[in-house]
């Protein structure tokens, strides 16, 4: 058991510093082309925060624990809107700022919440076919080409030139970091899982989707802070539809039957519900900062931060 916390602490520990890391190369990267900051957060910063669902996905997957697949999807999504994005309008709230977004974020809210209901149908359907699968990845591969086609190339967020130097082998080494800190997650989860004989979705829910969802919320404070919220936006839309497109979609390409095994979708459905309610929520609150500025909503962040610990109740 001591193994166990050590292996998910020590894990913990190593994706928080590692993709806050992976987050700063891939936008040193993806600045030398000329990137838009939108086009940045939902893809490569999505994409480097996304990236510990996807290796635990991958070693869980490997286990045939197809249920935890889920749970860690599902938790994921709902801490990435309540937890990550409660926690930065608690602290933009608290410093007492205004918030606002680009209307040109309103397509990407509304593929936000297709997806979201995409997720959920194949969930209530069948998670664990390679249909599923090729469906979720051919809609990610349409996704990620209309924010390309619809990026607007901004030469003025380069930064410092000499920040390039050796940039390649720094995104290397902390992806590197990432896929061991994975393994040790993966690991941990799966020793507490023998020995309290709990259910595979919950812990899905709980150690990996916490677990994987603190890069997201390194990455979102840190964006906060410096004022960077479309930025921040951007992150949050592209991790969750990454994690529903991308990490749902991985269990689905093993082809195995045994993946399956204690996954029953009527006992989760609510949780879905209340994914889906949250993500219409805080769609619906960021359509309403393209209208114009406000302050952020000390309320709002109170009530995105108490929905995750109402799920924990459905979840357990």
């Known amino acids: 058991m001591i193994i166990a916390i050590l292996a998910i602490s020590l894990g913990i520990g190593l994706i928080w510093v590692s993709a806050e890391k ?65 926690s930065m309008l608690l602290i933009v709230s608290l410093k007492k700022l205004k918030i606002g977004q680009d209307e040109s974020i309103k397509k990407n809210l509304l593929i936000l919440v297709t997806s979201s209901v995409l997720v959920w149908a194949v969930i209530a359907v069948n998670p664990f076919s390679i249909i599923s699968s090729l469906l979720l990845l051919g809609t990610l591969f349409l996704v990620i080409l209309f924010w390309y086609k619809n990026g607007v190339i901004q030469e003025d967020e380069l930064e410092n030139h000499s920040e390039y130097k050796g940039v390649s082998f720094k995104l290397f080494m902390s992806l ?31 150690v990996l989707a916490i677990g994987t969802s603190l890069p997201e919320i390194a990455a979102s404070v840190s964006l906060a802070l410096k004022g960077r919220y479309e930025t921040v936006s951007g992150t949050l839309i592209g991790s969750n539809i990454f994690n529903g497109l991308c990490v749902l979609a991985i269990p689905g390409l093993f082809m195995r039957e045994e993946m399956s095994k204690g996954w029953s979708y009527f006992e989760w459905s609510p949780l879905l519900f209340i994914l889906f309610v949250i993500t219409f929520v805080f769609a619906s ?10 302050n952020a909503s000390l309320l709002l962040s109170m009530l995105f931060l108490s929905s995750y610990f109402v799920s924990l109740y459905y979840a357990y």
């Open 22 to 86: 992976l987050e700063k190369y891939s936008v040193l990267t993806a600045q030398q082309f000329g990137f838009s900051p939108f086009f940045i957060g939902s893809t490569v910063i999505a994409f480097g925060t996304s990236a510990p669902e996807m290796l635990t996905t991958f070693f869980v997957s490997l286990e045939n624990k197809g249920s935890m697949v889920i749970g860690n999807v599902i938790g994921s999504n709902v801490a990435n809107l309540s937890l990550v994005f409660g």
């Open 176 to 206: 590197v970091c990432l896929v061991f800190a994975a393994y040790l997650i993966t690991y941990g989860a799966n020793q507490i899982l023998e020995k309290f004989n709990l259910g595979q979705l919950f812990i899905g829910y709980t």
């Open 285 to 294: 609150y960021i359509f309403s900062l393209t209208k114009r500025e406000r």
